[in-house]
């Protein structure tokens, strides 16, 4: 689906470096999501938030922070990257409003840290 | 908070048999069960969902059951194809729309 797309979609980058992974929507949704994917482990949310001033952390946010810079751009740091960040992570955008929606998900970013 | 689990993680079927998956969930105020369908590489996608107002949804080959009271909900393939192989994963949702996944199921389908 071209209207949530990522950036970088892979990334090599070394312990201890801090990394930028970028999100951004065409969809015109408030919602926005940072999960991340590890074999066997399904999807993790990271953080999300709801709208521009809203963020939240989600099951897994140690070692992670996010940015949201508009309603269509939401991005995730690591500040110090670490092997165990090894993953492959997916932005992800829903209608806003009362009750739960369907979510569309970016491409992925496939991050290594070694 | 909510936790789903998914069963089983691997399903190895035969071209135009059924697949069955599972899963089960602990908030009793969840709302919503989408069911995404993942193929190698790429993102996940919503093939299916249903409300807790309702107990069961079909849409061609697919449908999902719901059972509130046990706290469970299945999705069904009926005459599977090759095209079915991807990770299939369920999720629930809580009012606000937060998703917890489960775990996946890998389905196989051999010619």
């Known amino acids: 689906d071209a209207d949530v797309t990522q950036t970088p979609r892979n990334r090599i980058t070394k312990t201890g470096k801090r990394i930028m992974l970028e999100c951004s929507q065409t969809?015109?949704?408030?919602?926005m999501y940072w999960y991340r994917q590890d074999p066997g482990l399904g999807l993790r949310l990271i953080y999300y938030?709801?709208?521009?001033?809203?963020?939240n952390k989600g099951e897994i946010s140690d070692g992670y922070s996010v940015s949201r810079q508009a309603q269509a751009k939401f991005s995730l740091s690591l500040e110090s990257a670490i092997p165990n960040q090894t993953a492959l992570y997916f932005c992800?955008?829903?209608?806003?409003?009362?009750?739960?929606?369907?979510?569309?998900f970016g491409p992925g970013t496939r991050l290594t840290v070694t | 908070g909510e936790n789903v689990e998914q069963h089983p993680s691997t399903l190895s079927v035969q071209e135009g048999d059924s697949a069955v998956i599972k899963c089960t969930y602990s908030?009793?105020?969840?709302?919503?069960f989408p069911w995404y369908k993942q193929e190698l590489g790429k993102r996940p996608q919503l093939i299916i969902d249903?409300?807790?107002?309702?107990g069961e949804k079909k849409d061609q080959r697919i449908a999902v059951t719901l059972n509130k009271t046990a706290k469970h909900f299945s999705l069904h393939i009926t005459e599977t194809q090759p095209e079915d192989s991807a990770v299939y994963f369920c999720?629930?949702?809580?009012?606000?729309?937060?998703?917890?996944f489960g775990a996946g199921t890998q389905v196989v389908v051999t010619p």
């Open positions: 999720a629930a949702t809580d009012s606000w729309g937060k998703f917890q």
């Open positions: 969809k015109g949704h408030d919602r």
């Open positions: 992800a955008t829903s209608d806003g409003g009362t009750g739960a929606y369907e979510q569309y």
């Open positions: 908030d009793s105020a969840s709302n919503y």
């Open positions: 938030s709801f709208d521009v001033k809203d963020i």
């Open positions: 249903i409300r807790s107002n309702v």
